[in-house]
């Protein structure tokens, strides 16, 4: 492979590209035929990509070769047909990886644009095995990477091109698993610190509106993947349900904070229309948790992986409670509402540890949840959840006192190191027994199975 | 319920979705992936994928805009597509243009609605979020304007590129780049809110690269954004000069060299260029608020520091005054706009801050830095005065007793301005002599190609020349010695013109010999390149005199100067012959060949004036050759001065230095008119004739005793001496045949009155004081005698002793002579030399009286005659004169009943001097002429037998000229009586009367011996 160097270099920058592309192809196919385990692409093919379509500066020297805007595009469109004309995934897999994994080099810059824009391609114009591939690629790679490919999707298609929020739209329904990880690429960046992490209105709507329509698309990662010790460290969350439970308790906050410094009519707008669909988007978490024990226990990992961690509960809270004290420093002239917002702020996250803690996507002990929330304010569902009822009511298939307080806090507990447990089990029993949950309206007089009985 | 409003939320929000796909822009439904994909093949090959055949250009774009709105990333794409659009467009815009639009707008009209379909994309996108695509459109927008104006500037209709306003013109009209601007303008205007920095920093990048082509771009932009433009422009160029700076160990090495060093100075010079146009005040504005802010970086002078950082950093405010130094050298039009608002903002304090921030740079920086700033002020055109002023001012060391306009300022301040002032007069200096070495060394090279270098400081100082001298004269310490320096350049700079004014009015306004000497030194200078500056700058002062453009004191002045420094060549004749002497040759050879145009300030109302001209004259040499004309104006002029002097000296006697002065005007005027008597026969006989005739006028008699018989308090008036009381009589004459009551005769109308009224009624004059009277008679003599005596006419030799007082020439006697008939006798009749009969005098009484009435009133004539009598012979020419003095005395004589001639004294005296004079003008022997001395002694009826005798003699041995001889070594005329009759038959009655009053004339008998 490292000897077709010297034929590309006279060769203009596209041609050169086409052709390395075209070598990468048949040469990662000899490879996979092979059957070498595991296939592994050489630095040699690496340095070549890195020179020839990456256009990394290969030393000082050689002036830089660039490609023009619409020489790139015509390398965008021929990777894209590229990889939708190539059959076989374990070869789309390795030649993706092969242009798009990072090395930690210089590269790694064009990389991440080469990538950008690919990936914003293909959801335009619909290459689902890109996106299957970019969805692994989320899975694998650096969380700080994911947000940035995060960010030039929502920039390009939520605030610089007016009008194309439907093509990202159907990212759910062409892959659902890159919209998995885009989901929680997204809410990983988004985590309403400020102004500028606060979600565009129109990317919430998707969000809500994708969840709402598919509760089990946040969890598609989780299911589809194998729990494998090969989960890169700092790599993204395996569901957004972390996130996406911050969203839901820092936003009546984080929102009438935004209104603060601007009185503007537009961010009162959009606080009016964003708080809606935050409550329904707390809805469909809740939903998506009760999904839960039964994916669990159909993987037998219930009670041994958590999905909702401590450390970012902990740091939840700990948010919360300093957002809680600047809301009451500020809140001279509408103590009222802010006293409302505070409270629907504290329910949800009430409510997210209750329904989390009973379906297994939270494991602690009530004592840990005492410590994390002893600075904030009083709240009666708190109280409630907090001091509530043992908790081995919750599931009667596991007997009480099975969590050791080591699994809870350690990351170890979070990515069980048997993946001898991973194998799917048939599924649980209790699958028939929650028909249609999404269309089951949550009434308080309702039978709820998992709802503990007082 | 929960459930239900989450339901409910969820419809709200596909029905917003449904609001926003409704709302989206595009007017084409969205697109499938399918057909996106289409699209794109399409775009990137140039085919219809669909249909197989090629896109027209029209169709390529508008596929390139369905994507621009529909695929993210092929944003760069596109837009490098569009890029080739607008170049086709303005292609065949200037196409058609070359074609003079014959063939209509066939490929641009239809680019035309493309590129406005593009146009309205990009300002939509823009409007929307201009965060995002503002950066994006506008580096593209400014990109492509810089590649369009530079690629199609060569085009034959394009203008060449420094005429901005045809450029401006031809783009704007053109729909490509006009649409190109106007993105840009949005975006630089969202921009402008939270990066100001970054969009001109591009601007800047482009103008540089693209540079004459892509002016009108920054002209157009700063003209819309003038405020910001500016501003930022300048903190953008300070910053990178700053940084170029450091990197080059040295700020001012770039302004050696203007190359490339520094790519963004020039920019930002050109940029401002534009600007200063119609925006100068602001740009001035900036420019000085740079500055006060570079000197107090704390302050919170500027609302806007907030947004620029320039002010923040200690190296860049440090840098700043290099920075605007740097700038104002590369553009005139900057300099221009500060320089004259800089010097007013130069306070003490702000000058304290400067001195302490100059402190801390290096020394060579610092030199630089002056030698930039003695660059710019020597190119400054204008406010160079107010600059040099500024300067002299500061620099002046303080001092006790003169206290300038400003307190004294710090010493480091001081020793500053001091540097630079000479440093500048060093810089001037040499491009001075180097400027016209350059012309005059070698003129095969540079006479033809290369004018006159111009230096815009002196340049403008030029119309400044008063002033500076005026301060030079001042002679402040160190302050006029660095005035006198720029002075001679100057001069030497604007060649004769400026060099005679300053001249002339350094000449105008020296008030003592000190101040005096600075022309002189100036002139020492000069005279080594220039010729003939002297007269130059008289011919000056004469035009300005002409002109009266001078006040009465400085023309004082300057007469004055003139004639010190003439007098100062007397001096130098006496001692050594110094640099001076042959200056003041020059001045005056000069000034005698503008004689005529001084003399009329003789007469100047101002007396000081006169004073002042009069001494000029009286010094002044007079010229070799002069015209009639000029010489009868100046005598008449010197003539009526030497009155007016004794008039003045007469009204001024009695204050001490008033009397001084008129006093001395008096010996200057004697001095000139003996002088200018002496010049030519020409100006002796107007001299002379005028002193006499002025002597005599009305005016002045009274000057010297004269009292005019002034008959007012009469009824009616009799005939006068003086022509405009004649009307009078002419009145009388004209009642003659009208009136009725005739009192009997005729003549009832009579000298000494009217018939039955009574004797006139004589007015009572005022008596001057009579040694006045005297002292004027005596200097009115001696400047007619000197006048008579001196050699000009004739040229009769000096007398071989210097003690004895020249003889009275001839000629000039015969001068006052007639001049004294013509004024005492009027009527001409009679007028022969020879005299008649006793008898016929009666035929000539009223004549005669009148003449007597004229010696009455004007006792200053017997001292003219006996003048005249030692001019022999002029006294000939008196003759009627004499003959009708006699006659009155003797019909005086024998109706006198008194016992003594004494008795009336008039009379006597008249006689007594008339018979001397006579005897002097040897009209009578010496024998007949002593009888005067007898006559006090005597009866009236004596004195009449004595005074017949008299007559009896001159009727017999007439009054001729031609018996009069030359004799040479007497120098003088004289008469042979021998010649004449014997004398013997008239001496007759004189025995008779010694005889009978032997008592009392023994001792006169001697006398009458023949």
Excluded at chain 1, 312 to 323: C, G, I, K, P, Q
Excluded at chain 2, 130 to 159: I, M, N, T
Excluded at chain 2, 347 to 373: H, I, K, T
Excluded at chain 2, 591 to 619: M, N, Q, T, Y
């Amino acid at each position: 492979m490292g000897d077709i160097r010297q034929s590309l270099l006279p060769r203009d920058v596209l041609s050169a590209a086409k052709e390395l592309l075209y070598h990468l192809d048949i040469y990662i196919c000899n490879l996979v035929q092979s059957g070498r385990q595991p296939p592994q692409v050489d630095a040699k093919t690496l340095e070549l990509v890195e020179e020839f379509i990456l256009h990394a500066p290969k030393d000082r020297n050689a002036p830089a070769r660039r490609m023009s805007a619409l020489q790139e595009l015509q390398l965008l469109e021929i990777m894209c047909s590229c990889f939708q004309e190539q059959s076989r995934d374990t070869v789309r897999q390795l030649m993706f990886s092969a242009l798009f994994s990072l090395q930690g080099n210089q590269a790694d810059e064009s990389r991440m644009s080469l990538l950008g824009k690919l990936v914003s391609m293909a959801i335009a114009v619909g290459r689902v095995p890109i996106l299957e591939c970019a969805a692994t690629w989320l899975q694998r790679t650096h969380r700080v990477y994911c947000v940035r490919l995060a960010q030039v999707l929502v920039d390009d298609y939520c605030s610089m091109v007016p009008g194309s929020v439907p093509t990202l739209q159907n990212i759910h329904s062409t892959s659902p698993r890159f919209c998995c990880q885009f989901i929680t690429a997204v809410t990983t960046l988004y985590d309403l610190a400020s102004e500028e992490l606060t979600p565009p209105l129109e990317l919430l709507q998707m969000i809500v509106s994708w969840i709402h329509d598919d509760p089990r698309l946040v969890l598609i990662t989780f299911l589809n993947t194998p729990l494998s010790g090969s989960q890169p460290i700092s790599s993204l969350d395996v569901t957004p349900l972390g996130g996406l439970v911050r969203w839901c308790v820092k936003a009546p906050l984080a929102y009438r904070r935004d209104k603060k410094p601007a009185l503007t009519n537009g961010s009162t707008e959009s606080e009016a229309e964003a708080g809606p669909l935050f409550s329904a988007l707390h809805l469909s978490v809740l939903q998506v948790f009760m999904l839960l024990p039964n994916i669990l226990n159909e993987k037998g990992l219930f009670g041994r992986l958590a999905l909702l961690q401590m450390e970012s509960l902990a740091a939840l809270t700990s948010d919360l409670s300093r957002l809680l004290d600047q809301a009451d420093k500020h809140a001279h002239t509408s103590s009222a509402e802010t006293h409302v917002l505070s409270q629907l702020a504290l329910d949800r996250l009430a409510q997210a540890l209750q329904v989390a803690m009973a379906n297994g996507a939270l494991l602690c002990s009530r004592e840990d949840l005492r410590a994390i929330c002893s600075r904030l304010p009083h709240n009666n569902l708190l109280q409630l959840v907090l001091s509530g009822p043992v908790m081995y009511y919750n599931n009667i298939h596991t007997p009480p006192l099975t969590f050791s307080p080591h699994s809870a806090h350690s990351p170890i507990a979070s990515h069980p190191t048997h993946p001898a447990h991973a194998p799917h089990t048939p599924l649980a029993t209790h699958s028939s027994s929650h028909p249609q949950y999404t269309t089951q309206p949550f009434m308080t007089g309702m039978p709820f199975p998992f709802r503990p009985s007082h | 319920m929960l459930q239900g409003r989450a339901m409910s939320v969820v419809f709200d929000v596909s029905s917003l979705k449904a609001m926003q796909s409704s709302h989206s822009l595009s007017p084409q439904t969205a697109l499938s992936a399918q057909e996106l994909s289409q699209e794109i093949k399409s775009f990137i090959s140039g085919i219809d994928t669909v249909q197989g055949r090629k896109l027209s250009v029209r169709e390529h774009a508008r596929c390139a805009v369905r994507l621009l709105r529909s695929v993210p990333a092929c944003r760069g794409a596109v837009l490098e597509h569009l890029r080739g659009v607008y170049d086709e467009h303005v292609s065949a815009f200037l196409h058609n243009l070359e074609a003079e639009g014959d063939t209509g707008s066939g490929v641009s009209s239809n680019l035309e609605d493309i590129i406005q379909e593009v146009h309205g994309v990009l300002s939509e996108f823009i409007r929307l979020n201009p965060r995002a695509w503002a950066p994006l459109v506008s580096a593209w927008a400014v990109d492509l304007l810089g590649q369009l104006s530079s690629k199609h500037a060569g085009r034959r209709v394009a203008p060449h590129s420094c005429s901005l306003n045809e450029l401006l013109q031809l783009w704007m009209s053109c729909a490509a780049t006009r649409s190109l601007m106007e993105t840009y303008s949005q975006c630089l205007a969202a921009m402008l809110a939270w990066c100001p920095d970054a969009c001109v920093d591009a601007l800047l990048d482009t103008s540089v690269q693209h540079s004459p082509h892509f002016d009108w771009v920054v002209a157009h932009i700063g003209s819309a954004f003038p405020g910001t433009i500016i501003s930022r422009v300048l903190a953008c160029g300070l910053k990178d000069f700053c940084s170029h700076g450091s990197k080059d160990q040295g700020l001012m090495v770039m302004g050696v060299d203007k190359g490339g060093r520094v790519p963004k100075i020039g920019s930002v010079v050109g940029i401002l260029g534009h600007l200063a146009a119609h925006h100068s005040d602001s740009i001035r504005k900036e420019l000085l608020r740079m500055f006060q802010e570079s000197l107090t970086p704390s302050s919170p002078l500027s609302p806007t520091s907030s947004s620029t950082s320039w002010e923040s950093s200690p190296q860049l405010w440090r840098a700043a005054i290099p920075f605007l130094l740097q700038l104002a050298a590369m553009s005139p039009n900057l300099f221009g706009a500060v320089s004259a608002e800089l010097v007013d903002l130069l306070r003490p304090p702000v000058l304290l801050q400067l001195q302490a921030l100059l402190q801390g740079l290096p020394r060579e920086e610092l030199d630089n830095m002056l030698g930039l700033a003695v660059h710019l002020i020597s190119q400054s055109p204008s406010g160079g005065a107010r600059v040099l002023r500024f300067l002299a001012d500061t620099a002046t060391p303080a001092s006790v007793i003169i206290s300038g306009p400003t307190p004294a300022p710090h010493e480091g301040v001081r020793e500053g301005c001091d540097r630079l002032l000479q440093m500048l007069l060093l810089h001037l200096h040499k491009l001075v002599f180097n400027r016209s070495d350059g012309v005059e060394g070698n003129p095969h090279h540079s006479a033809s190609s290369q004018p006159q270098r111009v230096i815009p400081f002196l340049e403008e100082l030029q119309s400044h020349v008063g002033e500076l001298c005026a301060e030079t004269l001042r002679l402040e310490r160190k302050r006029h010695l660095w005035l006198h320096q720029l002075l001679c350049l100057l001069s030497v700079y604007g060649g004769p013109s400026v060099a005679t004014e300053a001249l002339c009015q350094l000449l105008t306004q020296a008030r003592n010999p000190e101040e005096l000497a600075l022309a002189w030194q100036l002139h020492t200078t000069l005279s080594s390149c220039m010729a003939g500056l002297i007269p130059a700058a008289i011919c000056r002062c004469v035009a300005e005199i002409h002109t009266h453009t001078l006040g009465p004191k400085q023309l004082r002045q300057l007469l004055l100067n003139l004639a010190a420094a003439i007098q100062s060549q007397d001096e130098e004749k006496r001692g050594a012959a110094g640099p001076q002497s042959s200056m003041a040759m020059q001045v005056g050879s000069a000034v005698s060949g503008h004689l005529h145009d001084f003399g009329p300030l003789l007469l100047h109302g101002d007396p000081a004036v006169s004073h002042a001209a009069v001494r000029l004259l009286s010094c002044s040499p007079l010229p070799r050759t002069s015209s009639p004309a000029h010489l009868l104006l100046l005598s008449r002029a010197a003539v009526t001065h030497f009155f007016l002097a004794l008039q003045r000296r007469g009204e001024g006697g009695k204050e001490g230095r008033e009397g001084g002065q008129a006093g001395e005007a008096v010996n200057c005027s004697v001095l000139l008119l003996s002088r200018f008597a002496a010049y030519s026969p020409l100006t002796l006989k107007a001299v002379v004739q005028q002193l006499v005739e002025g002597a005599l006028h009305k005016g002045n008699a009274d000057l010297f005793g004269g009292q005019i018989a002034d008959m007012s308090g009469a009824p009616v008036s009799s005939p006068s001496v003086f022509p405009d009381l004649g009307a009078s009589l002419l009145d009388t004459n004209c009642r003659f045949g009208t009136s009725v009551n005739f009192s009997g005769s005729v003549w009832s109308v009579f000298h000494a009155g009217v018939i039955g009224k009574g004797l006139k009624v004589r007015t009572e004059t005022k008596l001057p004081d009579p040694s006045g009277v005297i002292q004027n008679i005596q200097t009115l003599l001696a400047v007619i005698v000197q006048c008579c005596s001196s050699s000009g006419l004739n040229g009769s030799q000096p007398p071989s002793d210097p003690d004895e007082p020249l003889p009275i020439n001839a000629e000039a006697a015969k001068v006052v002579a007639v001049t004294l008939v013509e004024n005492i006798c009027p009527d001409v009749a009679n007028g022969e030399l020879s005299w008649p009969p006793e008898e016929h005098a009666r035929t000539t009484v009223e004549r005669d009286i009148h003449i007597r009435r004229c010696f009455e009133a004007h006792p200053v004539l017997f001292p003219l005659l006996q003048v005249v009598a030692a001019g022999r012979p002029a006294l000939c020419y008196c003759s009627a004169v004499l003959r009708g003095l006699l006659a009155t005395l003797l019909a005086h004589w024998e109706a006198s009943r008194e016992m003594s001639s004494i008795d009336s004294p008039w009379h006597l005296q008249a006689t007594c001097l008339l018979v001397s004079c006579m005897g002097e003008g040897q009209l009578l022997p010496p024998v007949l002429a002593n009888v005067h001395e007898a006559f006090p002694h005597l009866m009236p009826f004596e004195v009449r037998l004595l005074l017949l005798a008299v007559w009896e003699y001159v009727r017999a041995n007439g009054p001729m000229p031609q018996k009069f001889v030359f004799s040479s070594e007497k120098g003088l005329f004289c008469r042979d009586f021998s010649r004449d009759g014997d004398v013997a038959r008239y001496v007759a009655p004189i025995h008779s009367v010694l005889h009978k009053n032997i008592d009392r004339l023994g001792h006169l008998c001697w006398r009458f011996q023949l």
